[in-house]
Each structure stands twice: as C-alpha cells, then as structure tokens.
C-alpha cells in the first residue's frame, strides 16, 4: 500500500511517514500544495493523508483539484481546526476521514486500515493463491498450514503480488507501489527482496508460486507440476 502524506509542518510529515514506513506502507511526502498536488497526479496512491492549512494550494482546493482529475484515492483530512463546520465542511467535499490535530499515532493507524478496508469494498479479511494464504486480521501468512514470518517489507511485497495474481508485475510497478519515490531504480533491491520470499514461500514446495519473465519482471502465479 502506498500513502502520500501532505502536511506542511515538517517535524509532524516526516514523524508520520516514518511511523508509516515501519508498519510497512510505502510513503512519499509533499510540503506545499502544489507539490501535493503534483504527486497525486504523477503516482499512485492507496491512500491520502492530506493536511488543510497549507502553503500555495490549500487542502480544499487540493482536494478538489484531484477530484477533478478523477482521482478517487481515498483522503483522510489532517488539521487543527476542531470546528464542527470545518469536519462538516471537509467531510461533505468528500472526505474518508477527518482527523483534529494532535492526535495518537495508533488512532491515525487505525483509521488508515478502516479506510482501506472500506476501499477493498469486500467482506473478504484473507487472500488466497494455492494454498498460500494471508490474512489481514492477524497480519500472518501461511503456506499448507505453516507460519511464515515475514518482515514489513517482505510482507507489503507479497501483498503487492498476490493482489496482482495472473499479472506481470515490472520493477518500475514494484518500487511505486512497495517503496516510494526516492527509491533508486538501478539497484538489486526488488531482486534482493524477490529472492527472500522465494525462500521462504517456494522453498520445499514442488509448486512455486513466485516467477521470473525475463526482461519484464515477475508474475505470481501456481505453477503446474
């Protein structure tokens, strides 16, 4: 899952995407507007936590814009106003979730995953391909009955190539979606990490879920024995 955090005040952007990033979402960040903005446009976002005081665009007029360009990313609304009107008035634009200012790092969590799970738009709290399954609720994943521990990176990958089961998924797709913007594209990290869920899913299985398409990247997909 992938998260555009916009919010102006530094110290509070970076403490968010830092806390994001250890839950194992990806995260990139604008400070003004118009760099938000140009992020929504240019990337592919799961998720937008948008502040309302901002520099050069407002968070309303942000918010709009976006819509406009038929961006229908799901937008959580970070401010310090705690008016009624003000929530009333986000909400009614179209709002997720409107969040006041200070608030508890687990509460911001919480209401992230009550906003994707509404996003999924299904009742369904596992994935399943073969007998590989993850499960949402307890954040575990399993293989023909066995615990597989995963760290957040290798879990944020996995679910990127289950949820794209059947399709072949590029580098370029990869890091978007599972790193963020700053990632550099010329390193072996995918292949790194890709080799890492190798182990531990394909490992002592005659099925191997995980493949290699030379020269355009990996598909996920059970492999007939």
Known sequence: MRILVVEDEKKIADFIKRGLKEEGYAVDSAYDGEQGLFLAKTGEYDLILLDLMLPKLDGHSLFKEIRKEKIFSP????????????????LDLGADDYMTKPFAFEELLARIRAVLRKKENSGSKVIQVEDL?????????????????????????LEYLMRNAGTVVTRTMISEHVWDINFDTFTNVIDVYINYLRNKIDTGHKKKLIHTVRGRGYVFKIDKV
């Open 133 to 157: 399954i993850m499960d949402f609720s307890t954040h575990k994943v399993t293989r023909a009955g066995r615990e597989i521990p995963l760290t957040a990176k290798e879990y944020s990958l």
């Open 75 to 90: 937008v959580i609304m970070l401010t310090a106003k705690d008016a009624t009107k003000d929530k009333v008035d986000g």
